[in-house]
């Protein structure tokens, strides 16, 4: 059980254009997702936090208007890169938790890489 | 500023040796830590959590130890195998969040 879908797994686009990318709970209701970003040999980032059905909550340096972060079910939430650049070519991973885990553990997905020419 | 610094960019052992990983945490006062594995290209797999109040978990052939008072956890791997060759994660966890090391990547010769 608990498993955490993200689609596509990987994607390359034109600068300037949008990016949306998909991140499933699969058998388990996520009542809060979260979108990281790494870069190589670095470590997890966290971008944002979002809740079902409220706005997301998003780190100090992160721009909200540059990765919007739709949270509007259970299951699914989508973040949206506008106006991609070649730096915002990272791998993105998302990870889902459930009303009252036990032990606060989060199940990530298999991440997105993104390649912005 | 907080920080949180695992031990060696990579390790390479033998197998059947133990590896010990190590993750050392600075201006943070976390509920709980928790251990991921994470394979090229993939994202991070949940292994072991251990909460302030506890010293030491086992899962099979993983063993975490967790001091608050040195701020630092141990992560070991007993009678390693080339498939434990992956990248191991420390995080730290309060409230919903959780804060990622850098990783130290592990590689396990037959």
């Known amino acids: 059980g608990a498993v955490v879908s993200q689609h596509p797994s990987w994607v390359i686009c034109k600068s300037g254009t949008s990016v949306k990318i998909e991140c499933r709970s699969l058998d388990f209701q996520a009542t809060t997702m979260f979108w990281y970003r790494q870069f190589p040999k670095q470590s997890l980032m966290l971008m944002a936090t979002s809740n079902e059905g409220s706005k997301a909550t998003y780190e100090q340096g992160v721009e909200k208007d540059k990765f919007l972060i739709n949270h509007a079910s259970l299951t699914l939430s989508t973040l949206t890169v506008t106006s991609a650049h070649p730096e915002d070519s990272s791998f993105y991973i998302c990870?889902?938790?459930?009303?009252?885990?036990?032990?606060?553990?989060?199940?990530f997905g298999p991440g997105t890489r993104l390649t912005v020419l | 500023s907080q920080k949180i610094e695992q031990n060696s960019e990579a390790l390479n052992i033998q197998e059947g040796k133990t590896a010990t990983l190590t993750c050392n945490y600075t201006n943070y006062s976390p509920a709980y830590l928790q251990w991921y594995r994470q394979d090229p290209g993939r994202g991070p797999v949940f292994l072991l959590l251990?909460?302030?109040?506890?010293k030491e978990k086992r899962k099979e052939r993983l063993k975490v130890t967790f001091d608050t008072t040195l701020k630092q956890s141990l992560f070991h791997i007993t009678a390693s195998q080339p498939a434990d060759s992956a990248t191991y994660l420390c995080a730290l966890g309060g409230d919903y969040k959780l804060s990622f090391g850098a990783g130290t990547t592990v590689t396990v010769r037959a």
């Open positions: 251990i909460r302030e109040n506890e």
């Open positions: 990870s889902a938790r459930g009303g009252t885990p036990e032990n606060g553990e989060q199940f």
